[in-house]
């Protein structure tokens, strides 16, 4: 009996060990794939306009050259000052929006908040409707008086209705009995919110916070519509959008007058302001991604 026993475990402990090295090798195959765009636009923006012509795109330039980096960068006082804008709306528009939207989660999902559901129904509103692009302008030029001003780009994107949803859903698996437990002890709201709420939702807060970060950093419509060519600095995304659509420009251009431009790197300059663009986001996300795996089980509160 004994060895019948230890047959079967053995053959449990064997087959479960084929099954995780299957998952991870699943798993890592699936990573790589999803690598290959990105290491694919990284080869392309290191070769040459003559490569990229004869060859197409590659993985590994066949002539290394990182002259589409050094028109990219040829003016590094207006990449940086775009940098330093971007960097300073993303994390400024992200404490910000990130404490309004765990403010407006946890009130809508409080059973002795009278008014959740009017509330709640306005925010979802929102998200079938909406008044428009010519009002949107209006609203935010002439009565907030936001034309070149950098809060026309940081307040669109404060809140939003899916975020606010994520966050209520995230809330709702606290127990409300904490919330009446802490007012017995006579803790305010606010308190409540600050010293019970925030710490137990922390991958919530994590993995929302990535998500207006990532809004912000990508975020150009908003700064093409209010910031005129004419301020010194625009958000990162507007000036590499303009460096963009100078090439365009410059091929067409040169298409309709016949004229050869063989030193100037239209592709792989594109590619190139892709890597500046994404390369600082690609940095962080390791250290954002673990509490991803914690936002799965906030659900497992235990009472």
């Not at 079938?128 to 809060?151: A, E, R």
Request: hydrophobic content about 50%; some cysteine; aromatic content about 14%.
């Amino acid at each position: 009996m004994d060895q019948n026993r230890d047959s079967r475990s053995i053959r449990t402990d064997v087959s479960g060990i084929v099954v995780k090295l299957s998952g991870y090798a699943f798993i890592g195959g699936f990573s790589l794939v999803c690598l290959l765009p990105f290491l694919l636009v990284l080869g392309t923006s290191f070769t040459s306009e003559a490569s990229i012509k004869v060859s197409g795109f590659n993985f590994i330039p066949k002539e290394f050259s990182t002259f589409a980096y050094k028109i990219v960068f040829e003016n590094p006082d207006l990449i940086i000052g775009s940098y330093l804008v971007t960097i300073g709306i993303t994390v400024v528009g992200t404490a910000a929006g990130l404490f309004l939207v765990a403010m407006t989660g946890y009130a809508l999902q409080r059973p002795d908040f009278q008014y959740r559901n009017r509330i709640s129904f306005f925010i979802y509103f929102t998200t079938l409707f909406s008044g428009g692009l010519v009002p949107f302008y209006l609203l935010m030029t002439q009565y907030l008086s936001l034309k070149d001003n950098y809060l026309a780009v940081l307040l669109p994107g404060l809140l939003s209705p899916f975020l606010i949803i994520m966050m209520k859903s995230f809330v709702r698996s606290i127990p409300h009995a904490i919330t009446e437990s802490a007012k017995i002890d006579g803790a305010g709201d606010f308190t409540i919110f600050i010293k019970l709420i925030l710490p137990m939702t922390t991958p919530a807060l994590a993995t929302i916070g990535l998500f207006i970060a990532l809004g912000y950093w990508n975020e150009w419509y908003n700064s093409m519509l209010f910031l005129s060519p004419d301020m010194d600095y625009r958000p990162l995304q507007l000036f590499l959008y303009n460096v963009i659509t100078s090439a365009d420009f410059i091929r067409n251009s040169a298409a309709s007058s016949n004229v050869q431009l063989r030193d100037v790197p239209l592709e792989s300059m594109k590619m190139a302001t892709a890597i500046v663009a994404t390369g600082p986001v690609i940095m962080f996300f390791p250290f954002v991604q673990r509490y991803f795996v914690k936002g799965i089980t906030v659900g497992a509160v235990k009472g």
